[in-house]
C-alpha cells in the first residue's frame, strides 16, 4: 500500500513497519525506530507502492505526534502525488494539553508518525511544511525590501515618502547581489 523512507537515515520501511489501528489507520512508534532522540528526524518520504490503487477523491495523509502532545498534519500523497519528502516539524512535547499518565513500570510515551486515508477536499494542503516556506520566504523578502526603502524614506507626517523608483532600484540590488553570492538567496528560504 505505501511505504516512507526517512533520507539519509533509513532503508525503506513498508506498511508491516506500522501498527494498523483500522482499516484506514496506521501508527509508527518513533521509539523502536530513534528512541527519544525522534526530533533529530527532520523529513519522510512517503510514497504509495505501485499495485496499490488510491481512489482518485482520497489521500494518503501524515501526521507526527511528540510525547504529549496532539497530531499534527504535514501533508499527504494521491493518485497525481504518488510520492513527497515532508519536513517534520515536531510539536513541543506536552503542548497539545492531552494528560500524560502511565503506570510506574510502563515504557515512556513516544513521539508517533500517523498515516490515515483521508477525503482529499477535506485536507487543508498536501505540503503544509513548503507552504510554511514560502510564506517564511516571502516575509523575509518583504522585510528585505522594507529596510532599504527606510534608507531613502523622509516622513511626512504620519506618511513615509519614498523615490518612485525605489522598487526598480531595491530589485536590481537584489538580483545583483544574488548573482554575486548564490548563497544570499538560500538565507531567504530557511
Not at 519522510?44 to 482520497?58: A, E, G, M, S, W
Request: proline letters at 7%; charged letters at 20%; hydrophobic letters at 40%.
Amino acid at each position: 500500500m505505501f511505504g516512507v523512507v526517512f533520507p539519509n537515515r533509513s532503508f525503506p520501511l513498508d506498511i508491516s513497519t506500522f501498527t494498523q489501528i483500522d482499516t484506514t489507520h496506521w501508527l509508527l512508534d518513533m521509539n523502536h525506530f530513534v528512541g527519544e532522540s525522534y526530533d533529530s528526524i527532520r523529513e519522510i518520504c512517503i510514497f504509495l507502492l505501485n499495485n496499490y490503487t488510491l481512489p482518485p477523491d482520497k489521500a494518503l495523509a501524515l501526521y507526527i505526534q511528540s510525547p504529549g502532545s496532539n497530531f499534527l498534519f504535514c501533508g499527504a500523497v494521491t493518485l497525481s502525488r504518488p510520492s513527497a519528502v515532508l519536513s517534520l516539524s515536531w510539536p513541543e512535547p506536552g503542548g497539545g494539553g492531552v494528560p500524560q499518565l502511565t503506570a510506574p513500570d510502563a515504557s515512556p510515551l513516544s513521539a508517533k508518525i500517523g498515516v490515515s486515508i483521508e477525503d482529499l477536499a477535506a485536507l487543508p494542503s498536501l505540503d503544509v511544511a513548503a507552504e510554511s516556506k514560502i510564506e517564511r520566504m516571502a516575509l523575509k523578502v518583504g522585510e528585505n525590501l522594507f529596510n532599504f526603502m527606510q534608507s531613502f524614506c523622509g516622513i511626512d507626517g504620519s506618511k513615509l515618502i519614498v523615490p518612485t523608483d525605489i522598487l526598480d532600484r531595491w530589485f536590481k540590488k537584489f538580483q545583483e547581489r544574488a548573482k554575486r553570492d548564490p548563497e544570499y538567496l538560500k538565507g531567504f528560504a530557511l
